[in-house]
């Protein structure tokens, strides 16, 4: 008789439902539904907004800009998915060919929910700081609020605190004027 094999969980993660996304912290799989739609549009206008500017080059340029990267800070072991990601385009050239993303990126971004607010705030953050993420964003669509950081000395520092319809400039966008305003639905 042959010992029962034990999927790694990488091979869980692979192998969760459609419409579940996974990732794996710090030796934990996590696992969560899609984003509700007020998520999915913040996502979506900081994309457009953002990467007008600094992915498609009619501004400052020089960032590759993702939604939904599959991080992989250790390769199949330390596996985070921010809602989105940005590489300056000196540190990691080329887009990789697969679907792992194995520079760190220079910036994320979270998306807040209920559900996964704690994770993000007490899990992810730690973890982005622990492999050297210059700056993280948290952007609550509930509460209408920003939240921008920037990593020093392996800690947390909080840049800007904005809400509602404010207009902010803030690292590493500083060059763009953000309406927080077209954020909310």
């Known amino acids: ?6 999927q790694t969980l990488y091979e869980q993660l692979e192998s969760l439902p459609e419409g579940l996304t996974g990732e794996i912290l710090n030796g934990q799989l996590h696992a969560q539904p899609r ?3 007020p998520h999915g549009r913040a996502s979506v206008v900081l994309d457009r907004l953002i990467g007008r500017s600094y992915d498609d080059g009619d501004g400052p340029g020089g960032w ?11 390769r199949d072991v330390e596996v985070a998915v921010p809602d989105l990601a940005g590489w300056r385009r000196i540190r990691m050239p080329r887009i990789p060919e697969g679907h792992r993303f194995e520079v760190v990126p220079d910036w994320v971004c979270e998306i807040l929910s209920p559900s996964t607010e704690s994770k993000d705030r007490e899990i992810k953050m730690p973890l982005y700081a ?12 509930k509460r209408h609020t920003l939240e921008a950081y920037a ?10 605190e904005a809400s509602g319809n404010d207009t902010i400039a803030v690292a590493p966008f500083d060059a763009l004027q953000l309406d927080l305003g077209s954020l909310w639905s």
């Open 1 to 6: 008789m042959q010992p029962a094999y034990k």
């Open 35 to 37: 984003p509700s739609g």
């Open 130 to 141: 622990h492999y050297g993420v210059a700056h993280a964003w948290l952007v609550d669509p």
């Open 151 to 160: 990593l020093t000395n392996g800690e947390w520092h909080l840049l800007t």
């Open 64 to 74: 590759w800009l993702f939604i939904e990267p599959e991080v992989h800070f250790v």
